[in-house]
């Protein structure tokens, strides 16, 4: 008892020291819930960011990346063909002979894996805290009684599935999944660009499916959160240029997943990036990479007049539809879409998100005093990036487009695509986008 009692004594000094001694930096201007990390009843998280704060540049961008790395082979993502012998994926010809979307199917593991279920609960997602139960029956509330009454039957069965220990392969995708898209885009020349690549399995054709329609020359990765294929997908591809963000050229060369050390292209270089859109744009490709997201380093690509995005979008415009469901789909309630409401209603729904139509987590990684302050790239103190982030989307709606795409969206009128974007992020300086 001596013990726990000395420790508590420990971290409640340690994080008052914090307040005491952080450098002073502007309040965040969105009221966001905050962050926490409780160890015997004391948040400890305030502590996290103040010891960030003493780091160095070079210091924290080491542990971010330490942190954040893929580790292929690893407790990767089981995917359909894993589980039940199924191909994981479903293409579609967005434009004739030129873009491609390949939808894949990956396991939830914020419901499998422990170490996933760790970190799922840290952003909030814990189906067994009565917190969570309570940010999702008020979220759901915003859209009816069947939704209420509905909601209880999700948090049952996320409860149930949370607390299997075993959950067999042929029981995961009955639980639930983790849906991705990746696009191939065909360049002028006729050879191939892959924007954010999932996981190429030779078994059910795939591989061979992409290399009928060209050689692979260019490799994008659209977010630095989407970086766990990249190393397969560059040792198939060996000569194909890759392009990202510097963030997710640290995380790769961390576990010697690029066969050159290095990108080809660094997006967020601005001298890399006007290099790599003088050969591409000639591809009919333009990249874009946005300023100030800091989160993610989204990179969108133009291709054939079509926009591609990562990250960017989670909930639409209307207040109801989020990722790739429009407000339609997510009315007809459908019991297997269970994950995607919790998602909605616990961290993108109103009380819980402040405008109603972003992830919780997005905000605070904005925020120097929150998630900001343990980003490979942190928000500066001032609040600046904010503005900077906001400007560069205003540039990008700009951009001249027929519809968009994502990675976690179903393809969107030019017209939706601009508004979802602007309702998502117009807070970011408190003037419209577009």
């Known amino acids: 008892m001596g013990f726990f009692l000395g420790a508590s004594f420990i971290l409640a000094g340690l994080v008052a020291l914090f307040f005491l001694l952080r450098q002073k930096t502007k309040h965040f201007h969105v009221d966001v819930t905050p962050m926490e990390m409780k160890v015997m009843g004391i948040n400890i998280f305030p502590l996290f960011v103040f010891m960030m704060s003493l780091m160095t540049d070079g210091m924290r961008k080491k542990m971010v990346t330490k942190q954040n790395a893929p580790k292929p082979g690893k407790d990767a993502p089981r995917d359909r063909f894993d589980c039940t012998g199924e191909s994981p994926y479903k293409t579609e010809e967005i434009k004739p002979g030129k873009i491609w979307q390949v939808s894949y199917d990956m396991e939830n593991m914020s419901l499998t894996n422990k170490a996933a279920k760790d970190e799922a609960k840290a952003f909030g997602m814990d189906p067994t805290s009565e917190k969570y139960k309570k940010n999702c029956m008020q979220g759901a509330a915003q859209y009816g009684e069947k939704a209420v009454e509905l909601v209880k039957k999700d948090l049952e069965l996320a409860e149930f599935w949370y607390n299997k220990e075993n959950i067999t392969e042929e029981e995961v995708f009955k639980a639930s999944k983790n849906p991705l898209k990746m696009f191939v885009v065909k360049l002028n020349s006729g050879s191939l660009l892959l924007y954010t690549p999932v996981r190429i399995r030779e078994e059910v054709g795939f591989g061979t499916w992409i290399d009928s329609l060209g050689p692979v020359e260019w490799i994008v990765v659209g977010s630095s959160y989407h970086t766990l294929n990249i190393k397969a997908v560059a040792e198939r591809y060996p000569d194909a240029k890759i392009v990202g963000s ?189």
């Open 246 to 434: 510097s963030a997710a050229e640290d995380k790769l060369n961390f576990t010697n997943a690029l066969i050159r050390k290095n990108f080809d292209y660094v997006c967020t270089k601005e001298a890399e990036l006007k290099a790599a859109n003088y050969i591409l744009e000639k591809e009919g490709v333009k990249l874009f990479c946005v300023d100030g997201d800091v989160a993610c380093n989204s990179v969108l690509a133009i291709a054939h007049n079509i926009a591609i995005e990562c990250d960017l979008i989670y909930g639409h415009h209307d207040g109801e539809g989020m990722f790739s469901f429009s407000k339609e789909k997510f009315r007809e309630f459908k019991p297997e879409n269970w994950g995607d409401r919790l998602f909605k209603y616990a961290l993108i729904s109103k009380p819980n998100s402040p405008h109603g139509f972003l992830a919780t987590y997005r905000y605070q990684m904005m925020d120097p005093n929150s998630l900001g302050a343990m980003s490979y790239e942190q928000p500066l103190p001032d609040g600046s990036t904010c503005v900077t982030m906001a400007n560069s989307l205003r540039k990008l709606l700009k951009l001249d487009f027929e519809f968009g795409l994502g990675d976690h969206i179903n393809c969107q009128s030019r017209e939706d695509f601009r508004k979802n974007i602007d309702a998502a992020w117009n807070w970011l300086d408190g003037k419209p986008l577009i």
